[in-house]
Nanobody, 119 residues
Framework: VQLQASGGGVVQAGGSLRLACAASGSFFRVNNMGWYRQAPGKERELVATITRAGYINYADSVKGRFTISRDNAKNTLYLQMDSLKPEDTAVYYC??????????????WGQGTQVTVSS
């Protein structure tokens, strides 16, 4: 199973970016998915998570600015980021719980995509 993230880049403060993360490989289904981020010198932190049924949780720092969504048919996770701030600068990672062989669930990380917000 691979998680391929895309959509990062450089944007000015106040701008928007949309990240995507596609799961590929051999598996039965993708359950919980989420976005995390890690800024230089800081620990990785949760940004937002979404269950397969669509229940969502956001970090307080992104509430009202970021929107997480998913397309279960495409096994793809999205993060719409609006009103970006310089403190949102980080490497963004997608994460997913995937049911694989024998319906066992394994946790996977994507490779990360850089988001840089200039002031």
């Amino acid at each position: 199973v691979q998680l391929q993230a895309s959509g990062g880049g450089v944007v000015q403060a106040g701008g928007s970016l949309r990240l995507a993360c596609a799961a590929s490989g051999s598996f039965f289904r993708v359950n919980n998915m989420g976005w995390y981020r890690q800024a230089p010198g800081k620990e990785r932190e949760l940004v937002a998570t979404i269950t397969r049924a669509g229940y969502i949780n956001y970090a307080d720092s992104v509430k009202g600015r970021f929107t997480i969504s998913r397309d279960n048919a495409k096994n793809t996770l999205y993060l719409q980021m609006d009103s970006l701030k310089p403190e949102d600068t980080a490497v963004y990672y997608c994460n997913a719980d995937v049911e694989e062989v024998h319906r066992y669930e394994y946790n996977h990380w994507g490779q990360g995509t850089q988001v840089t917000v200039s002031s």
